[in-house]
């Protein structure tokens, strides 16, 4: 950083003095632009890296309740295929009984 500094120089030496302290601020400037530059930059590809690792995380834990619920669709019709082997009049009773129910839920007035 530039330091002021005082002497008694003649006006001349002053004007120089304060062109290289303008120079020397510039130089400043443009070196903190930079770094805030490339803070930004870093800040973006962090928060880019955790959405991403995020996203992953939540696509396997939807492909696991997926795979769960799958699983579980396959049992109960299972279940309810061993049941209708199991206890045929009752299915056909159920059938037909579910068969009336919704007729005349929907049937028109």
Request: glycine fraction near 10%; hydrophobic fraction near 40%; proline fraction near 2%.
């Amino acid at each position: 950083m530039a330091q002021a500094k005082t002497s008694n120089a003649s006006p001349k030496e002053d004007i120089d003095q304060l062109g290289e302290q303008v120079a020397a601020l510039k130089q400043d400037i443009a070196e903190i632009s930079q770094t805030l530059s490339g803070l930004g930059k870093s800040s973006s590809q962090a928060a880019g890296d955790h959405v991403r690792q995020q996203a992953a995380h939540m696509r396997d834990a939807g492909q696991e309740h997926l795979y769960s619920a799958q699983h579980k669709a396959e049992e109960l019709g299972q279940q309810a295929a061993d049941t209708v082997r199991n206890q045929p009049a009752a299915a056909v009773g159920l059938a037909v009984g579910l068969g009336f129910l919704l007729g005349f839920m929907t049937g028109r007035k």
